[in-house]
């Protein structure tokens, strides 16, 4: 299993691309949340960690996940209202965040019980490790997950207007990495962060996953190998939550190959890389096709 810890929320997405005062439409989003929902679509057995709110947006987003048969066992829940996040689109459908997180929910995440014994890997990123007093319990569970030998994922996911100090923000991030196992970001990521992809290998990944929008996937690794797959094309609708069907592709596609034990990337051989990267670039292309963040499940990339 699969658990996913992070936030869920509601993006408010516009109806007409490049106009602000669009009919706005609602749709259930965070980039933890949008992650274990591809889990659930490509057929990982998946559970979700976080705070949710008991207020009508919490209902529903629990109700996808029971839908997409996400275990919701670890969800706390709180009386707070739902963070929300107004999107803007531009042209080529990239979407730009202002957060709406004061007093909110899942922010007030504490940190959880020891997670199940099926858990094999764990997947964190995005607002969940910035926005304080949730963002120090995830990264407490980070670290105690890592000790005890499970598969960390780590995706920054940046926001960078949620981000009060940003050098303050980039020293924990290079903190965190000695707990990670795999770490994926965007070049968008790679350049805020300001970092060098050797320095971050050696501080503790087994791997870096650099997504390049419509260019396609690159994967560093500690022994000094670069791969790159090309990206997908489509008619792109917008990219919301393409970014998170990456890290669910590439959790699946590693988890099938029984890769999440300690050591056991470092023995993924080019071939294989190219493999899991190609599938996860395909899965993203779908996201990217049909607006919000609607994951492909499995059949639509067995047919692909």
């Known amino acids: 299993m699969i658990v996913v810890a992070g936030e869920a929320l509601i993006d408010l997405v516009p109806q007409s691309a490049g106009d602000p005062l669009a009919a706005l ?3 259930r989003g965070g980039g933890p949340y949008n992650t274990a929902v591809a889990l659930g679509r490509l057929g990982t057995p998946t559970a979700f960690c976080s705070r949710v709110s008991t207020d009508a947006f919490g209902e529903s987003l629990l109700e996808r996940l029971h839908t997409e048969g996400v ?3 670890l969800v706390q829940r709180g009386a707070e209202p739902t963070t929300l996040a107004v999107a803007a689109l531009d042209a080529a459908g990239s979407a730009a965040y202002t957060f709406y997180v004061a007093g909110t929910a899942d922010r007030l995440f504490a940190l959880p019980g020891r997670l ?4 094999r890997a764990l997947s964190l990123g995005t607002c969940s490790l ?3 007093p949730g963002a120090t319990a995830y990264e407490q569970l980070m670290r105690r997950e890592a000790e005890r030998g499970v598969f960390v994922a780590l995706d920054p996911n940046i926001r960078a207007g949620l981000i ?5 923000y980039r020293a924990r991030f290079r903190g965190w990495l000695p707990s990670v196992s795999l770490l994926k970001l965007s070049e968008d990521d790679a350049e805020w962060l300001g970092g060098d992809v050797a320095d971050w290998l050696a501080a503790g990944p087994a791997a870096v996953v650099l997504t ?12 000094g190998r670069q791969l790159s797959v ?4 489509v008619d792109v609708v917008d990219t919301i939550g393409a970014g998170d069907t990456v890290n669910a592709a590439l959790l699946h596609a590693l988890g099938q190959r029984e890769l999440f034990a300690p050591g056991a990337l470092d023995g993924l051989d080019p071939d294989g890389w190219r493999e899991v990267l190609g599938f996860a670039a395909r899965a993203s292309a779908l996201t990217c096709s049909r607006a919000g963040a609607e994951p492909p499940h499995a059949s639509e990339l067995a047919a692909a």
């Not at 199940?116 to 858990?119: E, L, N, Q, S, V």
């Open 25 to 27: 439409r609602p749709a």
């Open 71 to 73: 275990r919701t066992d």
């Open 116 to 119: 199940p014994a099926a858990t």
């Open 130 to 132: 910035v926005l304080e």
């Open 164 to 168: 009060p100090d940003a050098d303050a």
């Open 212 to 223: 390049r929008g419509a260019d396609g996937l690159t994967v560093f690794t500690r022994d």
């Open 230 to 233: 090309p990206g997908e094309r």
